[in-house]
């Protein structure tokens, strides 16, 4: 193994290497040397020399007290590159490794090994950090955030039975989610806490039954036929959702945005999953009891991730646990009934097929329904009405909560930020001057009806192409949106088990059975990733010179995931928030309820407390011509 340093490193190491005692393996040594040419340092790593900083965090040695390159103390090398004030980012890369052997004893308990590291919360004996989450459970995603920025990017907090390892660093997400995948998958404590909810779906296996739904889930959500019946329906209800906005605009009421959200997202993705159309999203706004069975399960199972004694509350059917199965059971009944039906849609589309002479072979596709759960069906008659029900609630789950979310916390930014809605709006009207240039009636003074029509020629232009260009329209809308999501992620931590013994990038080691836990909302807000702006609402810093969008790192921006798990339905729920919000933010203004507060609910989605509340405005049409002359 060849060592290589940047200028400047020799000396620390060196100096650490001349404390150890003779008794250290001199291979460690032999790994650590200097190369004879500093500047040949330099030219190894392929840029000029910059400050360093040398940072050495503590680890201990093996179990059988042997220093190991992987389980004592590392120096890392921390290059610092600090623009302009009104530089996007600070950005902090790892620039090398080198790990040598500490002369430190091992901890003795391992419930304390947060406190031999000296880092993270409180850990008491036994119990661990498990007061502290307790007490701080309520608004637990800002607690972690602060032991973050106390504490470091990673730190560890004991549990009575294992250890979680809290990390928003870069460098530890891309080694558990893609340089050492396997070592940390959803995990059996992660599958037992959800497998009522979620069974075997591909939000909740491992292994070999992963990698089959994955395969099966990606090529569905590729299919042309599948697209097409998704786009005709985003469409359709982000109309419809218009029409009740319009209503309450024409009445001068306020509307909760969340529950429409919700509505609408359910009703959409119910629809493409089975074919079903719930009706959920109307002007009555009825009670639907499969919303509120879903939401009651959302938010119950959750629970069970910092409640040591759920499994005892199940057994005995008490409290949260009791409302949990109840939710459960309805979902059930429902999809199970649904599986049933379809199965005889597809046994008589088949008996349709054979009786028709005039039909070729290849032509029996057209027989199958476009819904997910028949495709299912279709692709593998042998699959169970549990393995269907599992997919198809995972799938619902996917499209449902996460796109809702976003869109609720995307208006509270709105509000926050009215000039962001401008440049929002008058990037719509530049997009809508070049394909609908003729002047249009005055939106303040049309009349219901007649307004109603104007969104639906606005929405007949939201074509697939145009709404998924990368390099014309909506780029500053992705970025809005995908702002938001940097703030209010939809999933705000995502939990992996431990395999095997390991030691993360950070230097901590893991044993078997413990979890590692991302934080996608802090990382979305820390200074170290972000700069000093972290916390501002600003789509700018996604947008380069030209104005066009540019992405980061998955590893830094983890709100989808990243490697082998990264999310299927990334550019599907694009498509539905940009459609939804560009009707939304081209017709209307949105005004807070005074008085009303914003916080979020624990639960698995990153939901709000007590919803969004509105009110809203027509906005008048705009002179097209003059919108299309601006931006030429």
């Not at 620390?12 to 008794?23: D, E, G, Q, T, W």
């Not at 004893?105 to 409180?122: A, D, F, I």
């Not at 909740?204 to 099966?216: A, H």
């Not at 609720?408 to 997009?431: Q, T």
Request: hydrophobic share 40%; with cysteine; aromatic share 10%.
């Amino acid at each position: 193994m060849q060592s290589m340093y940047l200028p400047g490193e020799g000396a620390a190491v060196h100096a650490h290497l001349s404390n150890l005692p003779k008794s250290s393996p001199n291979q460690w040594k032999h790994m650590l040397a200097l190369p004879s040419d500093p500047s040949s340092s330099t030219a190894r790593w392929g840029r000029s020399q910059r400050p360093l900083q040398l940072t050495i965090v503590n680890a201990t040695p093996n179990n059988n007290g042997e220093s190991c390159p992987f389980s004592d103390t590392f120096i890392s090398t921390e290059v610092a590159k600090d623009g302009s004030s009104n530089a996007k980012e600070k950005q902090r890369k790892k620039d090398a490794r080198f790990f040598v052997p500490s002369m430190n004893p091992p901890p003795v308990n391992n419930l304390m090994r947060s406190k031999t590291e000296g880092e993270g919360p409180k850990a008491w004996p036994v119990l661990g950090a498990l007061p502290e989450i307790l007490l701080n459970y309520d608004r637990m995603h800002d607690w972690l955030l602060e032991n973050f920025e106390r504490a470091g990017l990673t730190f560890a907090a004991p549990m009575p039975t294992n250890t979680y390892f809290y990390t928003a660093d870069p460098a530890v997400c891309e080694y558990i989610l893609k340089t050492n995948f396997s070592n940390y998958p959803k995990g059996e404590i992660f599958q037992e806490i959800l497998y009522e909810f979620l069974g075997d779906g591909i939000f909740n296996s491992d292994g070999e039954l992963w990698k089959k739904q994955r395969k099966v889930m990606q090529a569905e959500v590729q299919r042309k036929v599948l697209r097409d019946y998704s786009l005709v329906t985003y469409r359709k209800k982000a109309h419809l959702l218009a029409s009740i906005v319009s209503k309450a605009s024409y009445s001068a009421t306020s509307l909760e945005m969340q529950d429409l959200f919700k509505r609408m997202t359910l009703d959409t993705i119910v629809e493409v999953a089975t074919g079903v159309r719930l009706g959920a999203l109307s002007h009555e706004l009825p009670y639907v009891p499969f919303q509120s069975a879903f939401d009651e399960a959302n938010v119950n199972v959750h629970a069970r991730f910092v409640d040591p004694f759920w499994r005892v509350k199940r057994f005995l059917n008490l409290g949260l646990e009791a409302r949990f199965k109840g939710a459960v059971q309805y979902m059930d009944t429902f999809l199970y009934d649904v599986i049933r039906t379809r199965r005889r849609d597809m046994a008589e589309a088949k008996s349709r097929f054979k009786s028709n002479q005039s039909t070729k072979p290849e032509d029996e596709g057209k027989f199958t329904r476009a819904d997910l759960a028949s495709r299912y069906m279709s692709l593998d008659e042998n699959a169970t009405d549990k393995s269907i029900r599992d997919d198809v609630l995972s799938f619902i789950m996917a499209g449902r909560d996460s796109t809702s979310s976003v869109l609720a916390w995307f208006i509270y930014c709105l509000v926050s930020k009215p000039e962001v809605a401008e440049k929002i709006y008058d990037e719509l009207c530049a997009f809508e001057a070049r394909h609908q240039p003729t002047p249009t009636l005055n939106s303040v003074h049309a009349s219901e009806g007649e307004f109603s029509e104007r969104i639906q020629q606005f929405v007949d232009l939201l074509t697939f192409e145009e709404v998924t260009s990368t390099t014309s329209n909506f780029q500053y809308l992705h970025a809005a949106i995908t702002e938001t999501i940097r703030l209010y992620p939809v999933v705000p931590q995502d939990v992996k088990g431990v395999l095997e013994d390991d030691v993360l990038p950070s230097g901590h080691i893991v044993r078997k059975g413990d979890l590692v836990v991302y934080i996608p909302y802090a990382m979305g807000r820390l200074q170290t990733l972000w700069g000093p702006d972290a916390a501002v609402y600003r789509p700018e810093r996604w947008l380069n010179e030209a104005g066009v969008f540019e992405g980061a790192s998955p590893f830094k921006f983890t709100a989808f995931q990243a490697g082998p798990r990264s999310c299927l339905g990334k550019d599907a729920a694009y498509l539905q928030m940009k459609i939804v919000t560009a009707v939304l933010c081209r017709f209307f203004k949105f005004e807070s309820v005074p008085g009303h507060q914003i916080g979020y609910r624990m639960s698995a989605i990153l939901m709000m407390k007590d919803g969004m509340h509105i009110t809203a405005s027509r906005r008048s049409s705009p002179d097209l011509a003059s919108a299309r002359a601006q931006h030429n």
